[in-house]
């Protein structure tokens, strides 16, 4: 195929290869490090063994989790300068910078109390170690927040001029703080938050379901659950701010996530597409089914508020692939939602009295729906990637500087190779993770180990 033998579509398939096998690890990094915390915190407070031993097991998790991350994550930074040179040059005062600020602040935080958190729990006095997991959760948002800005100032660069083509600084301050930033880094970082709850309420379930140390389990999937309870509502609000930002800085981007084609006139709402099939070629929907003056509503609060449709921009600044853009947004759309009826499903269980360890047994579809809502915050947030990257296309930086002017000037078989050859590392690497995650499962906590005394000096 002749798009095989483009090698800026090939250094395309690659970062996004590489980005969206990355995703997965820091998605439960930020959130299950928060959790251990908690676990120690609460050890801490109460003197409950069964905390301590909470936290000993979700650490082992946590730390193949948080190796995947690193292994994974280390080669996008250098993707930058061998396949993105042009980005790179343009845009390095300020992007390398940001990404200079992600390694000294947040990972060598995250790195620098993570021997002591892991290991140190009969070396060091249980406060020192409570501020040694506590720098570990710092470092792992940190980092999110980092790496957040400087994508969101991809998406709505502010605060630089460019001088000679290259990115000039003119207040740092704006740049970091653009437009997108707050939704981009509070979404992401509540969706990592979402991600580990039910990770972990999930695997809680499993054990429960099949009969193993119930009443232990019991107190990670009721800690999941309280957490639930005040994430979803608040990742679903950001997830409709964040569609109504797009609308008014992406507007593009906005109307390929809803395959709205035509501007509607004044007077006439448009139409939200609950599903259609979009054709780009024809710059109409081959068939829609949709609620009449939905989209108005929702993005202006007016049943006939304008919303500007992709047939106004020109062909060459619209997003390619927009029926994947289209069903990506509604399959997030979709989990958060079931997300939301899972919580109150439960919710409801635990106020009838039905989350007790003589109780719990006969919830069996509710323990198998926490089950199967395991892998579902991954998926959404992969989806989210894809129509927040893909729909900023044709640019790198919005606006500014496009995809196709970003590459590097490379053969197309070198790209191949590397990339066959991520493509083959990852696969190795989730592999190994998979097998020694099973493990980890399978052998459950150690409920004969005994902890240090609270009040060692």
């Known amino acids: 195929m002749e798009i095989l033998q483009d090698p800026v579509f090939l250094s395309r398939l690659q970062f996004a290869v590489t980005a969206m096998f990355h995703i997965l690890w820091p998605l439960t990094t930020v959130g299950l490090s928060l959790i251990l915390v908690i676990f120690e915190a609460l050890w801490l407070k109460t003197g409950d063994i069964d905390n301590y031993r909470h936290a000993r097991f979700w650490g082992k998790l946590f730390l193949l989790n948080f190796s995947v991350g690193v292994i994974s994550g280390l080669p996008m930074e250098f993707e930058f300068g061998t396949n993105w040179s042009s980005f790179a040059m343009m845009a390095g005062e300020f992007?390398?910078?940001?990404?200079?600020?992600?390694?000294?602040?947040?990972?060598?935080?995250?790195?620098?109390?993570?021997?002591?958190?892991?290991?140190?729990?009969?070396?060091?006095?249980?406060?020192?170690?409570?501020?040694?997991?506590?720098?570990?959760?710092?470092?792992?948002?940190?980092?999110?927040?980092?790496?957040?800005?400087a994508n969101s100032w991809m998406q709505t660069p502010a605060g630089i001029h460019l001088e000679?083509?290259?990115?000039?600084?003119?207040?740092?301050?704006?740049?970091?703080?653009?437009?997108?930033?707050?939704?981009?880094?509070?979404?992401?970082?509540?969706?990592?938050?979402?991600?580990?709850?039910?990770?972990i309420g999930g695997l809680s379930a499993w054990y429960v379901l099949h009969r193993r140390n119930t009443d232990f389990f019991l107190k990670s999937f009721k800690l999941a659950v309280l957490g639930v309870i005040f994430v979803v509502p608040i990742q679903l609000s950001l997830g409709h701010g964040s569609g109504h930002e797009v609308f008014v800085t992406q507007p593009a981007k906005g109307?390929?996530?809803?395959?709205?084609?035509?501007?509607?006139?004044?007077?006439?709402?448009?139409?939200?597409?609950?599903?259609?099939?979009?054709?780009?070629?024809?710059?109409?929907?081959?068939?829609?089914?949709?609620?009449?003056?939905?989209?108005?509503?929702?993005?202006?609060?007016?049943?006939?508020?304008?919303?500007?449709?992709?047939?106004?921009?020109?062909?060459?600044?619209?997003?390619?692939?927009?029926?994947?853009?289209?069903?990506?947004?509604?399959?997030?759309?979709?989990?958060?939602?079931?997300?939301?009826?899972?919580?109150?499903?439960?919710?409801?269980?635990?106020?009838?009295?039905?989350?007790?360890?003589?109780?719990?047994?006969?919830?069996?579809?509710?323990?198998?729906?926490?089950?199967?809502?395991?892998?579902?915050?991954?998926?959404?947030?992969?989806?989210?990637?894809?129509?927040?990257?893909?729909?900023?296309?044709?640019?790198?930086?919005?606006?500014?500087?496009?995809?196709?002017?970003?590459a590097s000037t490379l053969p197309a078989s070198v790209v191949a190779v590397s990339l066959a050859a991520f493509i083959v590392i990852y696969s190795i690497l989730l592999i190994s993770f998979l097998f020694f995650a099973a493990r980890i499962i399978r052998k459950g906590p150690d409920l004969t180990l005994l902890p240090p005394s609270r009040s060692i000096t």
């Open 95 to 149: 992007f390398g910078n940001i990404l200079g600020f992600e390694g000294a602040m947040a990972f060598m935080l995250e790195a620098g109390f993570l021997g002591i958190m892991l290991f140190g729990w009969q070396r060091v006095p249980p406060v020192i170690h409570l501020l040694a997991s506590c720098m570990v959760a710092l470092g792992a948002s940190l980092s999110a927040f980092w790496i957040l800005v």
């Open 255 to 406: 109307a390929a996530i809803e395959a709205h084609w035509t501007t509607n006139q004044a007077g006439e709402g448009a139409a939200w597409n609950l599903l259609a099939w979009p054709n780009q070629t024809a710059q109409k929907n081959v068939w829609a089914i949709a609620i009449p003056n939905g989209l108005s509503v929702l993005m202006t609060g007016d049943p006939h508020g304008q919303i500007q449709g992709l047939s106004s921009f020109p062909k060459a600044n619209q997003p390619p692939a927009i029926a994947l853009i289209f069903y990506s947004f509604r399959i997030m759309v979709v989990i958060g939602v079931a997300f939301f009826g899972l919580m109150v499903w439960t919710s409801v269980a635990w106020l009838k009295g039905q989350l007790s360890s003589v109780a719990i047994g006969n919830r069996r579809w509710l323990l198998r729906a926490w089950i199967a809502a395991i892998p579902l915050g991954y998926l959404a947030s992969e989806c989210g990637w894809i129509v927040r990257e893909v729909g900023r296309q044709p640019w790198v930086i919005y606006g500014l500087l496009r995809t196709r002017d970003a």
């Open 164 to 199: 000679n083509n290259r990115v000039v600084v003119d207040n740092y301050f704006e740049a970091i703080f653009n437009k997108d930033m707050p939704w981009g880094v509070l979404h992401m970082w509540f969706a990592c938050l979402a991600t580990s709850l039910f990770v």
